[in-house]
């Protein structure tokens, strides 16, 4: 369990103009990340618009990230697609380039039962020998992965951890209880602005893509919480909680990715990060006065001068 712990960033993927990985950007995400104290990236997730990426480019993804990782922190990987057999051949892809884990959502588009989708995640363990993570987002796969579906899988083996954005912190937090002496097993929570609440329930960790903005907060609020300082946990959280509102910034012109992701993408533009805030079609960009209100919002929670 000591592998998978901490700050583990959902890791945004820059474009180019023609749409493709801008894989000097990448690079310097990468780095970033790196650098500021995270203990593990997690690519071709939610934030990283995995769907949007068809096999090959997914493989290059995992293939320059391991590169450029080089081991110096765990590197999971998004393995998310409707139906088990696709998820399993990218599974084994993720494997031979270097994955040390990969993520896997409930099956979506076709309707599943709960017996289903233990079968999926077994079928899945079974043909790839790597260590799986389920992936709670009903809000994307339009279903939730039960309390009792999650136990079995955890208590069974067939799951070495669950990275929850399912926004239900009172399942959450059964979990937490339920596999509580299954050291094995690690528990990490999704959401960017309950971190301080969720390490205090006991959680392992966490996965903000806002962390791709600012790394440094989120590794600094995991330092507080683990020397048991929750005064200056929340001090960092509320800051976070602040920086969180550009998310909202764009929300009444495009959609809730474009306008999350979308965000993350304008501030890390802004910042020098990246070379540009460029997102997959159909999703639009944020434009000049919402870029302007972000850089508003990064210079009052003090990331940009």
């Given amino acids: 369990m000591s592998k998978f712990k901490g700050v583990v960033p959902p890791v945004v993927t820059p474009l180019k103009a023609d749409l493709t990985v801008d894989y000097a950007s990448y690079t310097r995400v990468l780095e970033h990340l790196i650098e500021a104290g995270c203990h593990g990236l997690f690519v071709l997730g939610s934030t990283s618009e995995v769907v949007f990426h068809d096999e090959k480019t997914r493989q290059e993804i995992i293939e320059h990230s391991a590169k450029v990782i080089n081991g110096r922190v765990p590197l999971i990987v998004g393995v998310i697609d409707p139906t088990t057999d696709r998820v399993i051949n990218h599974a084994r892809i993720a494997k031979a ?137 929340r001090k960092e959280q509320e800051r976070l909680c602040r920086l969180f509102e550009i998310v909202w910034v764009a929300q009444s012109r495009v959609s809730g990715g474009a306008s999350g992701i979308g965000a993350f993408k304008a501030a890390m533009k802004s910042l020098g990060i990246i070379d540009t805030a460029l997102m997959p079609r159909p999703r639009a960009a944020l434009n000049e006065a919402e870029t302007g209100k972000i850089d508003d919002i990064l210079r009052a929670t003090g990331l940009l001068g």
């Fill in 97 to 233: 380039a270097g994955a040390d884990a990969v993520v896997v959502t409930a099956p979506f588009y076709t309707v599943t039962s709960q017996p289903e989708i233990l079968d999926h995640f077994r079928y899945i363990r079974e043909a790839v020998d790597l260590p799986l993570i389920a992936y709670d987002i009903p809000v994307c796969v339009h279903v939730k992965l039960q309390r009792q579906t999650t136990v079995t899988l955890a208590r069974e083996g067939t799951i070495i951890g669950v990275k929850d954005s399912s926004g239900d912190d009172g399942n959450f937090r059964y979990l937490l209880l339920d596999l509580a002496d299954r050291k094995d097993v690690f528990l990490m929570t999704g959401s960017e602005i309950v971190v301080d609440n969720a390490l205090l329930m006991g959680a392992h960790g966490v996965v903000p893509g806002i962390a791709n903005v600012d790394p440094h907060g989120y590794v600094r609020l995991w330092d507080a919480a683990q020397r048991g300082d929750w005064v200056a946990a």
